[in-house]
Every structure is written in C-alpha cells, then in structure tokens.
C-alpha cells in the first residue's frame, strides 16, 4: 500500500536528521535565539535580498496563521479569504477563537482576484459590521492552482491602495515556487505581500514553517504573540536547524521540484488516457476525475483521498506527492491506471 | 563555557535521534493519528495501570497549559495558580488570552496547599467576581520543589469537595517523580488529579509534552481543542516516536535520575562548603545563595541565571542540571566552588 | 418627514415613562435584584405558564446574542445562522470577538429548514473544522417573514435528535407572535427552544431584551456571563420596570399588533396598486419594490431605506412601522403613493 | 429602613425624567447618531475646552472600560491596576475576557503612584511575561480617596516617558472633581489622561457613561468596537439625553456636590464623637471603624455594607450617600449614631 493521501507521510529529508545528530549535544540558547535559527534566517533573507524583513520559525501553519492574523489585526477587524481557504475551513475555528471573522469568498480555483474582494469592501460599509482589513491566500491554493506574478501584483496594488494587509499562508510554497508557469520569486513575494510563510512540514522538515514579516509596522513585539499562543519552543533550534539545511543550498526547492515533478508525471500519462481533472494544477496537489470503479480498484494498492462526488459514476480524487516520493511507486501507479483504462 | 541555565539547552537523548532515522520513511497517518502515538499513549496507560485515561501528544509546555485550562473552564471560570506559577508570570498571558483570569495566592516555596486556595474561595463570593473553578500547580515546582502523596492527597480531596478542577503542570514531572523524598508515582497522580502533563521537552526529547486526561467528563471533543490552537502537528508521529522511546522502558524516569542526582551532587558540595539555599530542593533546580564575588568568578567558566539579590553582597543563583550533564563537568565545577569558598 | 425607517425612532410609550416617574426615589437593590426586576420575570413565566425558564433583562439585542451564545457554547463550537442572521452581518463580529465561528447557510426568505443544518451538518465531520452546536434563528426574520408552529416544530425536533441548540433572536418577536398568520405562542417558543429573548426596544421599551433560557442545564451561572460582558446595570430596575409595565396586562402585545397592523395596511393599498414585494411579509417590516422614480418622489417627504436594487428602474425599499406610527401617517402615505402610481 | 449601601439605589434626577417626556415622540436616528447625543458631548467639550477628543456614550461601567480597554491594547499587552481596582475585582474577568491580563499591585488607599508602576516595568523584561501598557486608576478611587492634580500630573508624566496609556475610571468622577481639597478639573483630567469616562449611573442617571478619549491615535474607528461589545444602543438618545441635561448646566456637579456634603457631614460628626476612618476619604463613599454593638443597632434602621473587619469588637463599614439622599436622613442618622455613641 502505497499514500498518495498527503505530503507529509514520512519523516524529513535525510540532512535534516542528520544535521540533528551532528548537533545534538551542542549547548544552545533556547526560544529561538540559538545560532541555527540566526543562521537559517539569514540564509532565507539572502534567497530574497532583503535584510529588512523579520523572520520566525513557528512549528505548524496552523499556529503560524493564528499568530500573525491576531498579532496583525485590530478585534474589530476581519479576514477575508477564498471559500476553500484553510483559516475559513480547516483550523476547527483557529481564527475566530482569536476574535476575528473570517469572510469566505467564491474566488476561482481557490485563488482571489481583486474584485472579489472589491465586493467585500461594498458590502461592509459601517460599523455594524466588521472592518475587512487583510486579505488571506495560500500559494500554492488548496486546489494545487498558483498565483502568477501579474495576479499577485494585481491583488497586491488593489491591498495597498485599500489599506489591507495581505498574506499569503506558503504551506505548500516550495511546490508553488517550483512549478511549471511559476514566474513569481521569494524576492516578489517579499516585495508584494505584508507577511508570508515558507512551509517546512509539508516539504521535507519534520516540522516548522518559516514566517516573513515584510512590513515594518507589523514585526513591533511579535516574539510577544508567538509565546503567547505556546509556539516559543523551549527547543527553537529544532526549527532553525532545519530551516538551515534546506536553505543552504537549494534543497528545498529541489524537495519541492522532484515532488511536482512526481505529480505532473501522473498527471500527464492520465490526461493522455482521456482522464479530465476538477482543476488545472501544475504543483504537487492533482485532482483527477476517475470512473468509481476504476478508484475502487487503485483503493487496493493506493491511498488517496476522494474530494467529491462529480456525478453518478465518477469521483474527484486528491493525489499529492511528496519530496520522499519514489519514481519507481509512481510508474507503477501509472502503469496501473493504464490498464484499468484500457480494459474498458 | 558549560551552562547550568536550564535544561532544555542540548538537543535529545541519542536513542529517539535513532528511532526518528530507523522510522524515518516509514508512511504513517498525520496528526496523532499514527502508530507511534497509540504505542507511546499505550505505554504511558501501562505505566499508571489505567485505560481510562485519554492521553494526548502536544509540542510545547505554555501551548499544553493553554489548550487543557481553556478547554476546562467556562467563561466565567478561574485558574488559581501559585504566585510563581508558570500560567500566571512566563507565558506571556497565555491563558487570559483565551479569556480566563489567572488567581495568584503566595502559597509557600512555590506550593499551594487547602487553605491557600480556601482563601481564594473565601473572597469569591458572588458574580460581580469571577468564580474560581480549576487549580493549578506545577510540580516541580518553579523553584524545584515536589509535592509529597500526602500534601497532594490533602490538596485533591480539598478540590473535589469544593467542585474544583486539579491540573498538574508536569513540564519537569520526570524529576519530581524521582527526586530523593518523593513518594508519588504516576498511577497516584492520576487518581488524584484531573488532568496533568508529563513533560518531554525538559527530559531529553527534543520537543513533546503528553497531556493526561484523567476525569471523564473533560475528555469529550478534546482533539478540536488541540487543533484550534494550532497544537495538532501534521507530523504527530514526532511527538509519538519520543513518547514511545522514553516509555518504552524506563528511559524517561533514568534520564531524570541523572539529572537530579547532578543538582545533588552540587547542593551537597555547597552546603558542606556552609552555602545556604533560598529553598530546599530534591530536583534538578537548585537555588543556591551565593558571594557576589564568587558568582562573578564561576560566571567566567559556566552560565548560569541570576534569580535575585538576597543582600548587598550575596545573590541567589539558578542551577539546572539535564539528563545530558556529564559527571565530570559537575565534579569540576564542585572542585572550583570548593577553591573559591576556600580562598575567602 | 416621516420615518419608516425603523421601530426604534421613538421613545417609549407613555406607560412605561409613568411607571418611571412613579417609582423614581424608590431605593431598591442594584443588579436587578430589585422587585421590578422580579414582579417582570414572574408576569413574563405567567404568560407562557412556565416557572422552570429563567428570565434575564439585559439592555441590547446584539449584547444579549453574544452573552448568551458564548455562554452556551465550549471553545470549539459554532452557531449556525440563516446568512440574513443579525449576527452574522449586522454585529460587527460580536460572536467572533467571544472566540466563536458564525457558520451562514442560505436559507429562504430568510428562515431555516431542517435540510439547511443538514448540510452543514454533513460538512463538518471531523476536529478539523468547527462543531455546529447551536442553531440561530430569528422571529420576525430580517426579512420580516415568520415561523409557523409547525416550521419551528420541525427545526426544533432535528436540533435535539443531532444534539443541537436552538436559539431564537426575538428582537421583533411581539411583531412574530400577532402576525396574521401566526400560530405560535410564547408557552409554544418555551417548549420548542433553548433560549430566546423577547425584544422590547423595538416594541415600545426605551431599551431592553429579557433572555428566557428554557433549558436547565443552560441556566447554571448565567449572571456572571451578563456581568462579565458588561450587561448587568446597576440600575436594572429600569430593565425590570419597563417589562413589567408591558406585560403587566397585554401592552406588550398590543403594541406590536398596532405596527403590525401599519404596515398591513400599506402592503395591501400597495398591492392593490399593482406593486409587487421581495418577500411575503406578515409583520411590521415590509419590502416593497418600487419605480425609482417613485422611490425619489416620497423621499421628499419619507424616510426609508432602500435595501437593494431590483432591476435598472426598480428598488426593493424597508418600511417599517412601529408601535408609535399614527394611522393618519399611514393613510397619507398611502394616499401620496395612490398618486403617484396613478400618474403613470 | 433606608439605604446607604450605595449611590444606584434610586432612580434618575427629575430633570433627566422631564427631558425623556419631552421629547418621547420626537423621531430620531439610531445608534447614538440623534442630536441629544450630539449636543451632550458638544456641552462635555465645552465644559473642558476641548474641541479634540472624542466622546461616546455608553450603558454602564465595566462595559465601558471593557471595550475602552480592550480597543487600546493589543493582544499581549496588559493593564496595571491598583489591587482594590473594580477591574481586577469586580467586574467578573471582564477584561481578561477580552484577552487581556490585569496585573494588581498593592498601591496606597486605592491609588498607584508613579513607583508603584515602575515595579511593574522592572518585572516585566521580556517576551515571556505580558507587556504593561496600560494604567487604570479610578476617581474616586474604590475606597473613596481622590487624586490631586499633582498626583495626577507625576502620574501621567511617569507614563508618557514610558510609553503607558493612562486611564480613569470615573464611575464616581463627579464626586471626586467637586470633593473637598480636589484642584482638578475637568480639562485638566482630558490633558493629562488617554481616555477616562464620567459617570453619569452613580451621579442621577439611570443609566450611562461619557467615555472621553483624548488621543487621537485611540479615537480610530471606536464606534466599531462599541457595537462589536454590544453597547451600541438602538435607542442611544436615552443615554445622549440624559448627559445633555446633566451638563446644560452645572446639575452634574450639583448633584454630586450635594452627595459628597452628605457624606462629609456624617463623617464630621462620626469623628466628633471619636470615630476612626479606614481611610481618609473627601467624597460618597465614608468608611467608619463602629463597634459592631453599634452596628447592629444601627442596621436596624439602615442600609449599608459591611466592608471588613477590623479587630473582634470593630468592622469597618460603607456609607454611601446619594444625589437623592435626603438632608433630614442624615441629620436623624447622625442623631442615632449619637445616642449610641454616648450611651456606651
């Protein structure tokens, strides 16, 4: 049985463990002012070229969303995010429980264009309703989309002339980052967007995500915020550690190219056999539009998620790949889906 | 340079480095939902002689605390803490950021017995007040004290029959459960209380503390509260893996030993030496009161943390020993305490 | 100029301005522990033939919303609302700011169905996502549209077959409960909900909402949640008075059966004119949708507020009648519109 | 039997009553937005010469320093109030339920001098412990003391060289600006404080608080956090009406002044007859230390509190006078305590 259910299904990149060892007995400062989180944030500030942008290591993006959106906001002030976004769907009500409403939005394959929230802003025009003041994406989206440079530069021009903070949540950035039709760099995202987080978990790290304040007024105590909701770790260098191995060369890109190499592999054999998908996703997050019993017959081999229903005889499955995928496992699931399509 | 500041400036015992290599691509469920995790939880209940007990796998101390009193209490409830409790100083308002007010009473060497809590009862009469509901203790305590089964029995017969919760904080509970004097054991606990924690962070896992939930009535729906604050890590296995190390034999309690048999070695040596202590503690926290000029002399060779002034011309200082002291740094240390003293 | 543009406009009926003058240098007891407070709640718990609900006066709708959800809920649990619910839009985030997520469903003409829970139900499957724990509706809706009998029989029967709770927001609930049409009484509401309020700042009080919360195991504690959300006057005697003074015989009712019959009346003349309505409305708030033309001619001499636009030549208006309106008011507006579309 | 208990025992002064008949039927915007609001708070700025600050008025007390508070801050930091603070004392967690901790310290009959703050900031160093930021005071203080304009000006002087807002809780602000030896005045307070509110419950309202907030960096956007709290009353006029009577004159003063002189005359004959005073106190609120025989004979006859013990034969009580109270009723309970006084 093999999972293409998520990206982080197995451990970390081998380096990482063993930077780990190598460094274990090492006697370091603790909450995150020990030389490896030093070192990892100015690794990651070198990628983008900017020295002015504070950088916090934070163990999951859930937490890392809960703290940035609070720490930023006013408690009248709201977010607003696509109707797929992980804040208004999948944090069990993290940012409410903050005090901040979260305004779902249609968007289009989970991304948000200016007008949709142009339409936010007509709507809230008092104070008996909440203040709409940043605006909340993910790259890559939940439906494996991405933003290109020109989309975010649109959204961004629109923020700033509104006076919103815009963010972008990067669980899954590396893979957004090295995607075909990526045109967009660290340095752009740093150069458009207020703050933003570079995802480890689901790219290679045991755990951690790398967050960016870009604008000046937003990193003021913000170390404050972080050990309030309990992400200080005793233990930062856990964090830092890992952030340094993957930034000191181009291991995390090369984590996150090998897996949407692994996804756009599959993604092509099945386009060729016919196969249509929910969206079009260049990263490693694929929505194929399978026949119910040709997934009923990959369920014996393969775990996977099934998205939703598309009609009476087929389904939208989710298959992810990750940087621990073995080419091998996917030649093998094509090959399998090949057969089942031919022997219709 | 060798650092007494705490415990939690190394990274982790060797053998869960190993088991995180020999696991490593292992694919298991995310969020606690893995093997490791029910091993790890399995051992613990073992450990105790209870299956009734819901444990619970959580990245950091302050975080464990937050999550357990704010899902505990209704709005209108209190947690009654120990003036020096880690709640109510060093988490940055954690726990009224979740809307709850923290009731300091001085207790005594960082203990709260029944009539300090009484005292609190005695003063909340009515609901212009907020109504005291869970106690809070740590043990050891901040200042490296232990509770005995028997002022822990008084104290939990106190809280049952006033309706009050008990929670424990158990950041070093390895310790305390092994200090010379102790008389508690882990099933006692959880007979006697309502929920504590068994701390990881501060015994030699790199990070992970496992939270036990031991009344019925405040185990239901306890993972949202977990996942709202951002604590339920997508790669639970990491928390397991360390859970199931330490448990799996007696690592976790041997680990502790040495540290406390380190702190010891020192409060012995100093105390023959005529050096008194601010308070008299079995653990691995020792607060020794120490010349001015001594201080200065030891701090060219070891860090440590001043605690505060006791007069003009001495100060009491904080030793920390962890799992990972080597002897032989103790024995010099004592040897250069014993020149100094001497030299006077 | 008239204004229809609320039922607030006023102040209150000369009864309840009385019944201050009378009692004014009486000294009571602060807190609503005083006997107006009482002598209310018991002429309240007589009309509905209850003596286990629990009345509370608390000054505002949108504050007695929030104490009482918040009160009712667990951190990880959320209100599920019709998406016209007050307090998804019109609170400024007053639900979210007490650390819960507002979750809006369609619905029709503003109410909510059994089918509508269903499907949030059905979406929220796991600790992920929030908990839909309580059902929030109002009578008279935003739309002005009521519940029958049978309806809230229905809704009501799910919520407690899923373990859900169910609220109604009875800000214009004397309009609901004399509408031509209703079947509903306050004994029935009692017996078929959780907790609802009985509005009276909408309905001739100066100011003020008296919260029944029917279910036992809601009422434990409820004061400290009012104090603690800033809602227990210190003079409750003028809460307690005014709701004495309309429930001392049926002015309550009667008031609000006066609007209700206002707004009556211009529905009919406006129908019998040809016009047509955004919603079949019964109650006090009646939706009209007019030439713009028109619309611009009564604005000379009417206040109203437009509530959106129907077509490029026609707007939907609110018009809504209180128990102050005089009839000679009404007939001349309907007389002026008479006009109007006459001139066509 | 009548009541010194407190000074919310009868209802408003009959000029407030007068005003609400006057204008009953008057049709007016919602919300706060009607012309008596606005000409109240035009009067307030006069009385202080300010044409700068803003003003809000709202329900009660603790609503209004919940979302005073609550708006200024944001999530880690803290508010610094003297231990008998209502704050930290009775209003039922309020702020901590707003997420925010209160930090007590001892201070002197209910005031906080510059030293006393100072220790909090030399507490407080880093990101683990919550960050003062905010000073509350009361005038009158809760034991009935008053700030004179030089405690006053070293206080605000402390706080602006670090950074602190300063606050006043003025519940019983009109007592304390006309008590015997106060040189403060209503300017003075709006140039040396951020915010403060005057009283209007506690000095012949029936209901309502005057926030004034002075800097204009607090000043953005403040109605949205008084509807997101649940204060924005529908009928606001109720609360804008009332400050316009009390302040189209000197009625707000006068009837404080005559509460206070109430109060001084039964402390000066207490203390004629040998009585000590718990604290020396200019204003409403008089705190004797009577036999307990004394006491209970007295309670015969009269209302009031009894505020401590004060050794086995003495308590201390409150006597509160009112702007109602009655000349002949203080003159017969004097004469009472007289008799008793001399009759030992």
């Not at 293409?4 to 299904?9: G, L």
């Not at 500030?45 to 809960?66: E, Y």
């Not at 005090?99 to 948000?112: E, N, R």
């Not at 899954?172 to 980052?177: D, E, K, Q």
Request: hydrophobic fraction near 40%; aromatic fraction near 8%; charge should be negative.
């Amino acid at each position: 049985m093999y999972s293409f259910t998520n990206d982080y299904s197995e451990g970390a990149h081998p380096r990482i463990l063993q930077a780990l060892l190598e460094t274990n007995l090492q006697q370091v400062a603790g909450y995150g002012e020990d030389p490896f989180c030093r070192e990892a944030a100015e690794l990651i500030k070198a990628k983008m070229g900017r020295s002015d942008v504070d950088i916090h290591f934070i163990p999951g993006g859930t937490q890392t969303n809960l703290i940035a959106i609070s720490a930023f906001l006013r408690p009248h002030e709201a977010a607003v995010s696509p109707q797929t976004g992980h804040i208004g769907v999948h944090e069990a009500g993290a940012i409410e429980a903050t005090g901040h409403k979260v305004i779902a939005v249609p968007g289009q394959d989970g991304k948000l264009r200016p007008e949709d929230v142009q339409a936010v802003l007509d709507f809230h025009v008092d104070e008996h309703m909440v203040k709409p003041r940043l605006v909340y994406i993910s790259n890559t989206t939940e439906l494996g989309s991405i933003y290109t440079k020109r989309e975010l530069m649109e959204l961004s021009s629109f923020c700033r002339q509104h006076n919103l903070l815009l963010y972008v949540d990067g669980a899954r950035l590396g893979s957004a980052l090295t995607s075909e039709g990526n045109d967009l760099t660290l340095a752009d995202l740093a150069s458009m967007v207020d703050a933003f987080y570079i995802g480890g978990t689901k790219n290679g790290a045991l755990i951690g995500e790398a967050l960016v304040i870009c604008s000046e007024q937003l990193q003021t105590d913000f170390r404050f915020h972080i050990k309030q909701k309990g992400a200080l770790l005793a233990k930062g260098r856990l964090l830092g550690l890992q952030f340094r191995e993957l930034f000191r060369d181009d291991l995390f890109f090369r984590l996150a190219e090998h897996a949407n190499s692994m996804a756009n592999r599959i993604q092509r054999a099945l386009r060729s056999l016919g196969c249509r998908f929910l969206v079009d996703s260049p990263s490693n997050q694929i929505f194929p539009i399978l026949p119910n019993w040709i997934i009923a017959e990959l369920q014996k081999d393969y775990a996977f998620y099934i998205w939703q229903q598309a009609d009476e005889e087929h389904s939208v499955v989710r298959l992810v790949t990750s940087w621990a995928c073995p080419e091998e496992v996917v030649d093998r699931f094509i090959h399998r889906c090949t057969e089942l399509f031919q022997s219709r």
